[in-house]
Structure formats: C-alpha cells, structure tokens
C-alpha cells in the first residue's frame, strides 16, 4: 500500500495513493495509524481523496479505527470523500457513524475543536474530583 504521511503539530495526515480501499488495505491502513495513538501527534485525518471505491470491510475497518481513537481520547476524521465513496458508507449505514469533513482544512478544525473539547472535559473531571473530596 503507497500512503503519504504528513505530521503536523497536533495531528497526522494519512493520504492512501490507491484508488481502491480493500480490505487488506484497510488493514495495512489501520496498522499504520494505529501507532499514532500511543505518540505525541495522537490525532489521525485520513485524506481519501484518491480513493474511488471502498469495499464492505474496508469501510467496517474504517469505523472500528474511529471507534478505537476515540476510545483512546484521540481525534480521527476522515477528509475529502468522493461521493460514490460517501454513497457506499450510506448504504453500509456507516456515515453517520464517521467523521468525515469535506476538506483537509475542515478536519484540521474538528480535530483542534476535539482536543479542546478533550482539555475541558479533563478539567471539569479535575475539578469535580477536588471538590468531591
């Protein structure tokens, strides 16, 4: 699998260079970004714009992927679906389950906005504890 890894501050940018999203793909995909979890730039934004079509299990690997970062107070959006790729994820009943942002710009914000989400909630939970006590 030909992917292009670009890592900025607070996240890493994942841009598959295949048109088609197999399986085994996907599972390559997922052991590249999985490490990104435990690192400094935990947060993930998979830039599909490449990617023509994508098959069932491709598309399952994908949410479980979102499902184990955010599990792992960690962002991971997907970017720059084309719609034939949007349309299988509907059908799948995955799209409301994925994060997914018309542009790399748009999830750069979702993934700032969720860290800053993540910071506040650790504070209340902080600040709830103290006072708890």
Do not use: G
């Not at 990104?36 to 998979?46: A, G, P, Q, Y």
């Not at 994508?54 to 598309?59: G, L, P, S």
Request: hydrophobic residues 40%; aromatic residues 6%; negative net charge.
């Amino acid at each position: 699998m030909k992917v292009k890894i670009d890592t900025k501050e607070k996240f890493t940018v994942i841009t598959p260079e295949e048109e088609n999203l197999s399986a085994n793909i996907a599972a390559e995909l997922s052991e590249t970004a999985i490490p990104f979890i435990h690192s400094h730039t935990k947060n993930v934004v998979l830039n599909v714009k490449q990617v023509a079509t994508i098959d069932d299990m491709a598309a399952e690997q994908l949410a479980k992927l979102q499902q184990l970062f955010y599990e792992n107070n960690a962002s991971f959006v997907i970017c720059e679906v084309q719609n034939c790729i949007e349309q299988k994820l509907d059908e799948l009943e995955l799209l409301e389950y994925l994060n997914i942002t018309p542009t790399e710009s748009e999830a750069w914000d979702i993934v700032q906005m969720e860290e800053i989400e993540r910071e506040l909630l650790d504070n209340d939970d902080a600040e709830f504890n103290t006072h708890a006590e």
